[in-house]
T-cell receptor, first 120, second 112 residues
Framework: DAMVIQNPRYQVTQFGKPVTLSCSQT?????MYWYQQKSSQAPKLLFH???????NEADTPDNFQSRRPNTSFCFLDIRSPGLGDAAMYLC???????????????????FGAGTRLSVL | RKEVEQDPGPFNVPEGATVAFNCTYS??????FFWYRQDCRKEPKLLMS???SGNEDGRFTAQLNRASQYISLLIRDSKLSDSATYLC?????????????FGTGTKLQVIP
């Protein structure tokens, strides 16, 4: 059974039309991440929530926002999608335990299947 | 210098061959290291963590060299199903949350 679920799998939107991608998890992990991945490139971290604390990457455009209403859900909002925002968006979770041994499950990320966004 | 660097490949190897990938990292304070596998148009999946002592899982062996700041992945007896992109992941920094950085991946194609 999928533990990190992203919806929808495929999303088509129009240039400038706001879009929301969703991610839910059954792992009860305290950290949730959003990545953007373009073809033949590494996943690029946009931001993450450590519990309720939002952490934005310095180079993430203001066009991208996120919400985490509870432990299980996290949303990615793209306020005005441009053609350059067409990509795969990956949600991931991890369990962070301060002070844990390095060989623990700490920092192992579990990914959802992704949402492929097309912008017309 | 990139934080995490990998040879993009592709590595084209025949079935049964042994192939090795390296990944270098720039942050000497990095503490956790992983290899993920990503199939075409799919999400990354954890292949194995990399420990200082080196670790093995079946045909896969991972090594960490802190002095030279690289990790390696060795695949023995390559199978067609091993064809994928292998992503190196490094967790940097110390204390609290550790930033996760992905390499761009090394593409492996196993040929019949």
């Amino acid at each position: 059974d999928a533990m990190v679920i992203q919806n929808p799998r495929y999303q088509v939107t129009q240039f400038g039309k706001p879009v929301t991608l969703s991610c839910s998890q059954t792992l009860n992990h305290n950290v949730m991440y959003w990545y953007q991945q373009k073809s033949s490139q590494a996943p690029k971290l946009l931001f993450h929530y450590y519990d309720k604390d939002f952490n934005n990457e310095a180079d993430t455009p203001d066009n991208f926002q996120s919400r985490r209403p509870n432990t299980s859900f996290c949303f990615l909002d793209i306020r005005s999608p441009g053609l350059g925002d067409a990509a795969m968006y990956l949600c991931a979770t991890s369990r962070e335990i301060p002070g844990s041994e390095i060989h623990s499950a700490k920092n192992i990320q579990y990914f959802g299947a992704g949402t492929r966004l097309s912008v017309l | 210098r990139k934080e995490v660097e990998q040879d993009p490949g592709p590595f084209n190897v025949p079935e049964g061959a042994t192939v090795a990938f390296n990944c270098t990292y720039s942050n000497s304070a990095s503490q956790s290291f992983f290899w993920y596998r990503q199939d075409c148009r799919k999400e990354p999946k954890l292949l194995m963590s990399v420990y200082s002592s080196g670790n093995e899982d079946g045909r896969f062996t991972a090594q960490l060299n802190r002095a030279s700041q690289y990790i390696s992945l060795l695949i023995r007896d390559s199978k067609l199903s091993d064809s994928a992109t292998y992503l190196c992941v490094v967790n940097g920094g110390s204390g609290g949350y550790q930033k996760v950085t992905f390499g761009t991946g090394t593409k492996l194609q196993v040929i019949p």
